[in-house]
């Protein structure tokens, strides 16, 4: 068996599990953000009182964090009182971050476990070697009665990215060349198991974004065998303890894909749609009006830290923003520490409050009409922060500083 599919038997309690089949597991973790008031409303619908169980739920406020509106303030309100009803162990308010960032730092999420969340980038759990995925507001109010969840087991691709990535050349570069690739309905409902050399070495917030990156492409979950660092990152953190599930040698993919990443250049995924991908250098000299770093894809120190090394003693042009959204405030402290905060600032960056910010189009840098922004987050469809009549680019961190410092989309290796 594959060690995704050894994570379902177990929690299944089966002696095995194979693709296609129906079976109903036992969640480890569940997750809900600010956008779901209507899983509370569910569980009470369903006659639900308390959830099963205080220590393994909790609520992430990030999408409205602070919150922009009187309608996600009283959201906000009947989740903390739900919270508090049931006197659940964790809870992370608006003073926190991303979900998909906190869980992991707070202990939560580990090898081995089954993680749900109300959003569909919970394939970024892959990166620590768990089955994460996302679900609706009545799948998660039926997991906060029962603590299961029953799910088709997926089929398993195997998508492995070999060589070494060129100076200039980041995680989001390789996850848009292959989103370009494999496109936006490549893996409907699979899972995706990255391997590969580069794979192995490659370091957590890395690996995050590759997992975050594979909803984009149909997956039910994402997958990356734990390596050092990893284990490193979960065995200081972890809450409970974990068991690393690891493949059988023998164990035969649904489908395998080959990247070598040895000679690939940035990448920029154009309107409207994320596996619009080009080579960065093939896009002509556009205007940017906007620029964002941050969020679940591109919010982490690393990525803060490549923005402050291309801005660091420079200034960002009048009339052009950037955006830095920090993924958590762990991160955002981090940062400061390092004087990458102050770096951006005095460049003439704007630092919001940790979490989504302006990617879902709610607030902190939504966009106007006729607008080009260029971003670190992970989707470019019409209106997904701010005018329909905007433009999106997705780029690396890097991509996004160097453009910012120019005002036009820019490769960050003739500034690196």
Not at 24 to 35: G, M, P, Q, R, Y
Not at 292 to 317: E, F, H, M, N, S
Not at 381 to 399: D, I, K, V
Request: aromatic letters at 8%; hydrophobic letters at 40%; charged letters at 20%.
């Amino acid at each position: 068996m594959h060690a995704l599919e050894k994570i379902l038997a177990k929690a299944s309690e089966k002696s095995s599990v194979m693709a296609g089949e129906i079976v109903t597991a036992k969640v480890s973790f569940a997750e809900i953000n600010d956008l779901y008031l209507q899983t509370v409303y569910s569980f009470k619908e369903m006659g639900g009182t308390k959830v099963w169980d205080k220590d393994r739920v909790a609520f992430v406020f990030d999408h409205y964090a602070p919150c922009p509106t009187i309608e996600a303030a009283r959201n906000h309100a009947e989740m903390r009182a739900f919270a508090q009803e049931n006197n659940l162990t964790y809870h992370f308010d608006v003073n926190a971050g991303v979900c998909h960032q906190v869980m992991p730092e707070r202990g939560v999420v580990y090898p081995g476990m089954i993680v749900v969340a109300t959003d569909s980038h919970t394939t970024t759990h892959g990166a620590f070697g768990a089955f994460g995925t996302g679900v609706g507001a009545t799948d998660m109010a039926t997991i906060l009665l029962s603590g299961e969840l029953w799910m088709r087991v997926p089929e398993i691709i195997e998508i492995r990215i070999e060589g070494t990535a060129p100076k200039g050349v980041y995680p989001k570069d390789v996850i848009l060349h292959i989103l370009g690739k494999i496109k936006a309905d490549g893996a409907v409902y699979k899972a995706i198991d990255f391997t590969g050399s580069y794979v192995e070495q490659l370091d957590v917030a890395g690996r995050m974004v590759l997992c975050n990156m594979a909803v984009e492409m149909g997956a039910k979950t994402a997958y990356m065998q734990p390596n050092d660092l990893v284990l490193e990152y979960a065995g200081k953190r972890a809450v409970r303890p974990f068991v690393v599930e690891y493949t059988d040698a023998d164990y035969v993919y649904a489908e395998s894909h080959v990247f070598d990443i040895s000679e690939l250049t940035p990448q920029l995924s154009a309107p409207h749609s994320v596996d619009n991908v080009y080579p960065l250098e093939d896009v002509g000299r556009v205007k940017i009006n906007q620029g964002v770093i941050g969020t679940c894809t591109g919010g982490r120190v690393t990525d803060i830290a490549v923005a402050a090394q291309i801005l660091r003693g420079k200034k960002i042009p009048e009339y052009i923003r950037l955006i830095i959204v920090p993924a958590s405030a762990q991160v955002m402290r981090e940062c400061m520490d390092k004087g990458y905060i102050q770096d951006l600032m005095v460049a003439g960056a704007t630092i919001t409050s940790p979490g989504c910010g302006p990617c879902l189009g709610a607030h902190e840098g939504v966009i106007a009409p006729g607008e080009i922004c260029i971003t670190a987050s992970n989707r470019n469809f019409p209106g997904r922060m701010g005018s329909t009549q905007a433009q999106l680019y997705l780029a690396s961190p890097a991509t996004v500083a160097a453009s910012a410092l120019n005002g036009y989309i820019t490769d960050p290796r003739t500034i690196l």
